[in-house]
C-alpha cells in the first residue's frame, strides 16, 4: 500500500498560500482569483500571477509559515504508516517552500514533496511550474496524474490510497484505489457516485485503514469499496 496526500486543507486545516496572499500580498490578487474561478484563466496562470504579488520579507513569510498547524492526526498517522512499511507522499498545487518549511517544523521534512517551485526572492517571487502538463484536466501547475505516473492495475500492484480535499484532486482521485475525500473533493465524488470514504482528520484516515488491514485476508491487498 502507498499513500498518497494532497497538502493544503488535507494536511493543513486551511489553504496555506491564502493565507500567504491575504496577510503579505498585494490586494490584486483577489481579482486574479476571481479570473480563475470565472474561468477566464487556469488554475496554473492564477498561482504564477498571485505569487508574483507577495511583498514582504523572506523572514516575514516563515514567520507566517511557522504558524500553520497541521492537521491533529497527521503526524501519529505518518508514524502509524512507517509502522506498517507503507510509503507516504504529498503531491500538491502549492508551493514548495510553503510545505518544507511546514513539514520541518515537525520533523516530517523526508517525506517527498511534489509542488509548484518558489523561485526569486523577496519583493520579486516566481513560481516555477515543471509538474504543469499541456491538457492537464485541472489546468494546475501540478498535474497530479502526470506527477504519479499511470498506475497498473494488476494483482501485484501495490494499493494506492489518496487522501485530498480539493479541485486539483478531481481528476487524480479517479485513480485511486481507496479515497479519502471531505469538502469540494467529497461533493465532486458524491456528484459522480464515486466511492469515497469521508474523513475530518487524519485520525479518521488511520481508524479506516487499520479496519480495513484487520478485516482482510492474510496476504490479501486491502479491500477497496
Known amino acids: 500500500m502507498r499513500i498518497i496526500c494532497d497538502f493544503d486543507g488535507t494536511i493543513t486545516r486551511r489553504d496555506t498560500t491564502d493565507l500567504v496572499l491575504e496577510r503579505l500580498a498585494d490586494p490584486a490578487w483577489r481579482a486574479v482569483e476571481d479570473d480563475w474561478v470565472a474561468g477566464r484563466i487556469t488554475a496554473a496562470a492564477c498561482m504564477r500571477a498571485?505569487?508574483?504579488l507577495i511583498g514582504g520579507s523572506r523572514s516575514d513569510l516563515d514567520a507566517l509559515l511557522d504558524t500553520v498547524e497541521l492537521d491533529p492526526g497527521f503526524v501519529a498517522f505518518v508514524a502509524w504508516c512507517g509502522e506498517q512499511g507503507f510509503p507516504v507522499s504529498i503531491v500538491s498545487d502549492g508551493v514548495d517552500h510553503f510545505i518544507d518549511r511546514i513539514l520541518a517544523r515537525h520533523d516530517l521534512a523526508y517525506?517527498?514533496?511534489?509542488?509548484?517551485r518558489l523561485a526569486g526572492d523577496a519583493g520579486a517571487w516566481a513560481l516555477e511550474q515543471p509538474w504543469s502538463r499541456d491538457g492537464c484536466a485541472a489546468g494546475s501547475g501540478v498535474c497530479k496524474c502526470a506527477a504519479l505516473g499511470a498506475w497498473s492495475d494488476g494483482p501485484a500492484a501495490p494499493l494506492t490510497v489518496y487522501v485530498g480535499d480539493g479541485r486539483s484532486d478531481f481528476c487524480v482521485s479517479?485513480?485511486?484505489?481507496?479515497?479519502?475525500?471531505?469538502?469540494?473533493?467529497?461533493?465532486?465524488?458524491?456528484a459522480r457516485a464515486q466511492d469515497f470514504i469521508p474523513f475530518d482528520s487524519?485520525?479518521?484516515?488511520?481508524?479506516?485503514?487499520?479496519?480495513r488491514l484487520s478485516a482482510a485476508p492474510a496476504g490479501a491487498r486491502v479491500a477497496t469499496l
Open 202 to 211: 487524519f485520525d479518521d484516515v488511520t481508524r479506516a485503514l487499520v479496519l
Open 174 to 190: 479517479s485513480r485511486a484505489d481507496l479515497l479519502f475525500a471531505k469538502d469540494a473533493l467529497a461533493d465532486y465524488a458524491t
Open 50 to 52: 498571485q505569487i508574483a
Open 111 to 116: 517525506l517527498p514533496v511534489i509542488a509548484n
